[in-house]
């Protein structure tokens, strides 16, 4: 297995996924940017900001931390090599990041480098692309990218979300269809950066897409 698409596109997935992830016992789990709902069966933490600025409250599983002061990392993300030979967990935890970050192709080549399975949570690129936020604003305030999982090419995509989406409600898609995209991989995928190119290529691309995941055209 390479990539899987869990479905539907929602919270509860998540939290499912983090009761599988104790249930296995794995020896070493990295949890990627865990600062605001920490994975309490990680036993490893890389996080920029500290240990004791993370949110007790809001940590997914029902069990008690297994990572310590000691295990969590303060670290760039962005920042590779990541601090931990390769091949050192038995599988990685990202929630929410990869939208969030400067440089997503390395964080996920570092993750198949330092691990060897993992999940994947990001927003879906239909509800990035929608006007949800409560004051108009397209997808949420913060996020740097629009993304895509394809199965059958094992691939993810990150496409940078252009400002041209502010403002041209006719180039998004007419509903969100998922609010989030949750992936699983195995062994290895590929991340790719779509380049679009000016202002043109830019048109383009938002009004292939169609609002599903997919493109009208190739991609």
């Given at each position: 297995?390479?990539?899987?698409?869990?479905?539907?596109?929602?919270?509860?997935?998540?939290?499912?996924?983090?009761?599988?992830?104790?249930?296995?016992?794995?020896?070493?789990?990295?949890?990627?940017?865990?600062?605001?709902?920490?994975?309490?069966?990680?036993?490893?933490?890389?996080?920029?900001?500290?240990?004791?600025?993370?949110?007790?409250?809001?940590?997914?599983?029902?069990?008690?931390?297994?990572?310590?002061?000691?295990?969590?990392?303060?670290?760039?993300?962005?920042?590779?090599?990541?601090?931990?030979?390769?091949?050192?967990?038995?599988?990685?935890?990202?929630?929410?990041?990869?939208?969030?970050?400067?440089?997503?192709?390395?964080?996920?080549?570092?993750?198949?480098?330092?691990?060897?399975?993992?999940?994947?949570?990001?927003?879906?690129?239909?509800?990035e692309s929608s006007t949800v936020q409560?004051?108009?604003?397209?997808?949420?305030?913060?996020?740097?990218?629009?993304?895509?999982?394809?199965?059958?090419?094992?691939?993810?995509?990150?496409?940078?979300?252009?400002?041209?989406?502010?403002?041209?409600?006719?180039?998004?898609?007419?509903?969100?269809?998922?609010?989030?995209?949750?992936?699983?991989?195995?062994?290895?995928?590929?991340?790719?950066?779509?380049?679009?190119?000016?202002?043109?290529?830019?048109y383009r691309e938002l009004a292939h897409?169609?609002g599903t995941g997919g493109h009208a055209?190739?991609?």
């Open positions: 297995m390479a990539i899987k698409v869990m479905r539907p596109g929602d919270e509860n997935i998540i939290n499912k996924h983090a009761k599988w992830i104790a249930s296995k016992g794995f020896a070493r789990v990295l949890d990627v940017g865990g600062l605001e709902k920490p994975l309490r069966a990680a036993t490893d933490v890389l996080d920029l900001f500290p240990y004791h600025q993370r949110r007790v409250d809001e940590g997914r599983g029902d069990l008690p931390e297994r990572f310590t002061a000691d295990t969590w990392r303060m670290w760039d993300v962005n920042k590779v090599p990541w601090p931990y030979e390769a091949g050192t967990f038995d599988y990685v935890w990202i929630c929410q990041v990869l939208e969030d970050i400067r440089d997503p192709i390395a964080v996920c080549n570092e993750m198949q480098r330092v691990a060897r399975a993992g999940f994947i949570s990001t927003v879906h690129r239909s509800y409560y004051d108009g604003v397209v997808g949420y305030h913060h996020h740097r990218w629009l993304i895509e999982a394809y199965e059958a090419e094992n691939r993810i995509d990150f496409t940078w979300k252009t400002p041209i989406l502010q403002h041209r409600a006719d180039l998004r898609p007419p509903r969100a269809t998922d609010w989030l995209l949750n992936v699983i991989w195995m062994d290895d995928f590929k991340a790719h950066e779509r380049h679009t190119g000016g202002d043109q290529g830019q897409y169609n055209d190739d991609h």
